[in-house]
């Protein structure tokens, strides 16, 4: 059985980040999202409701699991017996970050292997950081998440005025 981690902040999940779970979903047998909790980027979501809103926007999908973890990813990856690590790509400028990881991930664990999947054309320009930041300014986000994370973005915003939200990616 062919399993992937996928992890990231998702802070929050946006149309990128569901295209890549749903296209690793019918490579892979069963992928488990990995939510990362301590995050140094402060992120505007608890974990908790990170894993929440990640988990309503996949329950259609019967392989995806969804799992907070701390630490180094590689030892989420083997506690999860995973074979692989996926990450989406969205344009160059991506690409040096990933190799990073990856390379660092295999020198620290030589078993754990990366495979990177092109994003969607669509949402290439797309990121969590982004979304917020036009929340922020009360612009419209429904072209990039889904209409259930609109509505919690806006709310977790307007409960926060005056604090900006990290950027990440
Ligand atoms: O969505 P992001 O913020 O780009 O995801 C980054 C993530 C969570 C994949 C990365 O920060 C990570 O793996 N963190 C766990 C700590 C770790 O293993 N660091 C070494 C990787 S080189």
Same mark, same amino acid.
């Given at each position: 059985?062919?399993?992937?981690?996928?992890?990231?902040?998702?802070?929050? /999940?946006? !149309?990128?980040? =569901?295209?890549?779970?749903?296209?690793?979903?019918?490579?892979?047998?069963?992928?488990?999202?990995?939510?990362?909790?301590?995050?140094?980027?402060?992120?505007?979501?608890?974990?908790?409701?990170?894993?929440?809103?990640?988990?309503?926007?996949?329950?259609? !999908?019967?392989?995806?699991?969804? =799992?907070?973890?701390?630490? !180094? !990813? /590689?030892?989420?990856?083997?506690?999860?017996?995973?074979?692989?690590?996926?990450?989406? %790509?969205?344009?160059?400028?991506?690409?040096?970050?990933?190799?990073?990881?990856?390379?660092?991930?295999?020198?620290?664990?030589?078993?754990?292997?990366?495979?990177?999947?092109?994003?969607? %054309?669509?949402?290439?320009? %797309?990121?969590?950081?982004?979304?917020?930041?036009?929340?922020?300014?009360?612009?419209?986000?429904?072209?990039?998440?889904?209409?259930?994370?609109?509505?919690?973005?806006?709310?977790?915003?307007?409960?926060?005025?005056?604090?900006?939200?990290?950027?990440?990616?």
């Amino acid at each position: 059985m062919a399993v992937a981690v996928y992890p990231g902040s998702f802070d929050p /999940v946006t !149309l990128g980040h =569901q295209d890549i779970i749903e296209r690793s979903s019918r490579i892979m047998d069963k992928v488990i999202v990995g939510v990362l909790k301590n995050n140094s980027k402060s992120p505007l979501f608890s974990v908790e409701e990170r894993v929440n809103m990640l988990k309503s926007v996949t329950g259609h !999908l019967s392989n995806i699991e969804i =799992q907070a973890f701390d630490g !180094l !990813l /590689v030892d989420f990856v083997r506690q999860c017996h995973a074979d692989v690590i996926v990450r989406g %790509l969205r344009a160059i400028t991506d690409f040096e970050y990933e190799l990073q990881m990856s390379q660092t991930n295999r020198v620290i664990a030589s078993e754990v292997d990366t495979i990177f999947l092109t994003t969607n %054309l669509k949402y290439s320009y %797309l990121s969590s950081s982004i979304v917020k930041e036009i929340a922020m300014y009360h612009g419209d986000i429904r072209a990039f998440v889904h209409p259930e994370i609109a509505v919690k973005v806006q709310e977790k915003v307007e409960s926060r005025t005056g604090k900006m939200p990290s950027r990440e990616q």
